[in-house]
Nanobody, 122 residues
Framework: EVQLQAYGGGLVQAGGSLRLSCTFSGFPSADYTLGWFRQAPGKEREGVSCFRDDGSTYYADSVKGRFTISRDNAKNTVYLQMNSLRSEDTAVYYC????????????????WGQGTLVTVSS
């Protein structure tokens, strides 16, 4: 059974930091792109960052230099370190997995975790 579980969201002041975690199981993750998406209130879901074991990495322009994606294979966990948070980062964050390299092409992601809410207060 495929499972992705995102957690680590919460309330933080602008300028602060949070680290999101996503544990996964049930698929050969070495062949998959692991990504983070987010959906702000009243907006469409958008890609934030993704990573594949061969080192391929992508960041949305809005988070470059502030967010860092990483992975711990021993723990089957992918992280999203979020620094210098802004009010516009407020959203529900989702982790997802896609076979091969998918970049942030949402339609290619076949497995999704439940979201975790990040609220940044100004």
């Amino acid at each position: 059974e495929v499972q992705l579980q995102a957690y680590g969201g919460g309330l933080v002041q602008a300028g602060g930091s949070l680290r999101l975690s996503c544990t996964f199981s049930g698929f050969p993750s070495a062949d998959y792109t692991l990504g983070w998406f987010r959906q702000a209130p009243g907006k469409e879901r958008e890609g934030v960052s993704c990573f594949r074991d061969d080192g391929s990495t992508y960041y949305a322009d809005s988070v470059k230099g502030r967010f860092t994606i990483s992975r711990d294979n021993a723990k089957n966990t992918v992280y999203l370190q979020m620094n210098s948070l802004r009010s516009e980062d407020t959203a529900v964050y989702y982790c997802a997995a896609a076979r091969g390299w998918a970049g942030m092409s949402e339609s290619q992601y076949e497995y999704w975790g439940q979201g975790t809410l990040v609220t940044v207060s100004s």
